[in-house]
């Protein structure tokens, strides 16, 4: 088995940073993409960003070009996602997800098989 444990979320203001972290442990030899997914209150789950093993290609969704930054460490068994430029729209909890294949185009939820428990991130006026 796998757990994504993340970490790093909390409150700050708007145009602020944050880095998010994701540790992995158990059977990581078996994890290939990994991506962070967010869910804002009342919304449905959403894609944010994801990184091959191999490679390390990024992906990200269009609302946070330029703003966020993924990146992992395969000897640590991380993943981290640097978030700057903050907004209010960014308030969300924060997922980190694991999966054993590598996708073409790794943004969807159903290909991803293993799941932190998500960290709270709140961007306040």
């Known amino acids: 088995q796998v757990q994504l444990v993340e970490s790093g979320g909390g409150l700050v203001q708007a145009g602020g940073s944050l880095r998010l972290s994701c540790a992995a442990s158990?059977?990581?030899?078996?994890?290939?993409?990994m991506g962070w997914f967010r869910q804002a209150p009342g919304k449905e789950r959403e894609f944010v960003g994801a990184?091959?093993?191999?490679?390390?290609?990024?992906y990200y969704a269009d609302f946070v070009k330029g703003r966020f930054t993924i990146s992992r460490d395969n000897a640590k068994n991380t993943v981290s996602l640097q978030m700057n430029s903050l907004k209010l729209e960014d308030t969300a909890v924060y997922y980190c997800?694991?999966?054993?294949?590598?996708?073409?185009?790794?943004?969807?939820?159903?290909?991803?098989?293993?799941w932190g428990q998500g960290t709270q991130v709140t961007v306040s006026s």
């Open positions: 990184i091959r093993k191999s490679g390390g290609r990024t």
């Open positions: 997800a694991g999966s054993p294949r590598s996708f073409l185009n790794p943004i969807f939820e159903h290909q991803y098989e293993y």
């Open positions: 158990g059977r990581t030899f078996s994890i290939n993409d």
